[in-house]
């Protein structure tokens, strides 16, 4: 036995060094068992030898075994008893102690581990087949959504409903400001170039715009409700101002 408590016997074989990638799933389990119960031969070892320490006794102890009864006599013989007894329930703790530091170690390695020990392969392929098209699915339908709203978001409502229909905030706040200058775009250049650019921008045509343009210039109350929201923004930040 080496100093660290280890014999070479201790140690399992490796005919191909480490662990051989061409070996067999039972061959590399088989290896990986035998190696870790060859650490846990050691680890016990070491335990032995820390709590036992060396087998010769100290000089204290040998001066009270000189100061013990006689063995041969019955108060000798009940003394010994008492001691052996001592002893193996010391040697019983020590050993229960030791086994409960292993158990809550390995019981720590696994709920720290990044690893799922005894992972099922072909449940996880299985999942992965299951789970893959689903995903991709998934990522298709969110693709057609954003189109589906990016393209709602760049037509032009043809009616007030449908104007009050817009749940985006700033598409309706666009919409307010191309109404507004609309209005306005025979009466300063400004005007007329910022529908101009809005038009092309969101490549809208004149026969989508016209109605609710129309609507916007004859209905008192919705046009109020327009400029409503231009103030709004105005109010908000001075900077931005319908022009």
């Known amino acids: 036995m080496s100093k660290n408590g280890l014999s070479e016997s201790d140690i399992p074989g490796k005919p191909y060094g480490d662990p051989d990638s061409n070996w067999d799933e039972a061959r590399k389990r088989r290896y990986e068992r035998e190696l870790r119960d060859a650490a846990e031969r050691h680890s016990f070892v070491q335990h032995v030898l820390e709590k036992k320490g060396s087998f010769f006794p100290s000089l204290d102890e040998m ?48 709920t720290y581990s990044s690893e799922i020990v005894g992972w099922d392969k072909d449940t996880q392929y299985s999942h992965l087949q299951t789970i893959t ?12 959504e954003l189109e589906r709203r990016q393209r709602l978001d760049r037509q032009f409502p043809s009616s007030i409903g449908e104007y009050h229909a817009i749940s985006n905030k700033d598409v309706r706040l666009r919409i307010a400001r191309f109404l507004f200058a609309f209005e306005r775009q025979h009466q300063s250049p400004a005007h007329n170039h910022q529908k101009e650019k809005m038009m092309n921008e969101f490549g809208w045509a004149f026969r989508q715009v016209k109605p609710l343009c129309d609507e916007y210039a004859k209905n008192a109350e919705f046009k109020a409700e327009v400029q409503e929201i231009l103030k709004d923004v105005e109010v908000r930040d001075p900077r931005r101002k319908p022009s």
């Open 63 to 110: 001066k009270e075994d000189i100061g013990k009864p006689d063995s041969r006599t019955l108060p000798g013989l009940k003394g010994q008893i008492r001691d052996m007894k001592e002893k193996h329930r010391k040697d019983v703790q020590d050993l229960v102690d030791y086994q409960a530091e292993t158990y809550w170690g390995e019981v720590l390695d696994a």
């Open 133 to 144: 098209p689903l995903q991709q699915r998934r990522t298709e339908l969110e693709k057609e």
